[in-house]
């Protein structure tokens, strides 16, 4: 294993929108400009790709016009090369019939990083209060979690796993009943299967911003998969504007130091490189 050695803080930040994503209207360069003055090496640009999304309340698309995103981000990683290193990437929502798609659709482009999210549990996105409706909350985060061995089975050639207890930040309760512990079997399960097929982990600091005073996946669940095997993190903000750019990455640190691990995953041309913390 090749670890760069750097600075002991997250100078990469590897998950974030900008206006080519349905939920952002952020320029993209108003992005990279934060990312600069917050002192940044790098960043990699996750845009939203949800094929065969529901139709949502708020009307938002979740598709995704790649040859102009890829032409733009193209352009801006040769404008700011002299200042931070900008990488390609996106963020594919899962599904049971995406598979081939998928297989194809990755080969059409040259992206760095490429990370796989369940934000659909059978077809509903916890994202909106609809999904917890006539459902116990405990019932719900199960059947969630449960989808997502599912969705690797159907699609694996991921790089990272996205914000894995995702549906945490919306529950009725967020965390406030949750616990590693009481979904150890499944969650468990999943991480075993991530190693096996080299899928990494994300830790995903958007947690902090929803208030759960942990970030997603929680810090049991990072240190299970640590203890497990398992070496690929990656750190993203999910930031889908320029204010939560790097959110709370000192936390995020501080927890994977604790968790046992030195190091961070990025990656560039789909190969993982560590950087020590």
Not at 62 to 72: H, Q, T, V
Not at 135 to 162: C, H, K, M, W
């Amino acid at each position: 294993m090749n670890i760069q050695q750097k600075s002991p803080s997250i100078l990469w930040d590897c998950h974030m929108h900008s206006s080519f994503s349905a939920d952002s209207d952020t320029p993209t360069e108003d992005m990279i400009r934060r990312s600069i003055a917050l002192g940044l090496e790098g960043i990699c640009f996750t845009e939203h790709l949800d094929p065969d999304y529901p139709p949502t309340p708020d009307d938002l698309e979740f598709s995704l016009d790649l040859p102009a995103y890829y032409k733009r981000l193209m352009e801006l990683k040769e404008a700011y090369k002299d200042q931070i290193s900008i990488r390609f990437g996106i963020e594919i929502g899962l599904q049971l019939h995406l598979g081939e798609y998928f297989h194809n659709l990755l080969r059409k482009y040259p992206f760095d990083f490429v990370i796989g999210s369940s934000h659909l549990v059978h077809g509903a996105d916890p994202y909106y209060p609809e999904f917890f409706q006539g459902r116990e909350e405990e019932q719900a985060y199960r059947e969630y979690f449960e989808s997502i061995p599912e969705n690797l089975s159907a699609f694996d050639e991921v790089d990272t796993y996205g914000h894995l207890d995702y549906i945490v930040r919306y529950g009725p309760n967020q965390n406030r009943f949750y616990s590693y512990e009481k979904y150890q079997d499944i969650l468990e399960a999943i991480l075993k299967k991530l190693i096996e097929k080299h899928v990494g982990l994300e830790v995903n600091t958007g947690g902090y911003h929803y208030g759960l005073g942990e970030p997603n996946p929680c810090t049991a669940i990072i240190r299970r998969y640590k203890e497990l095997g398992g070496e690929i993190i990656t750190i993203g903000a999910d930031a889908h504007a320029p204010e939560k750019i790097g959110y709370d990455f000192d936390r995020a640190a501080q927890v994977l130091k604790e968790c046992g691990f030195e190091y961070y995953t990025v990656f560039k041309e789909r190969k993982p490189e560590f950087i020590r913390l």
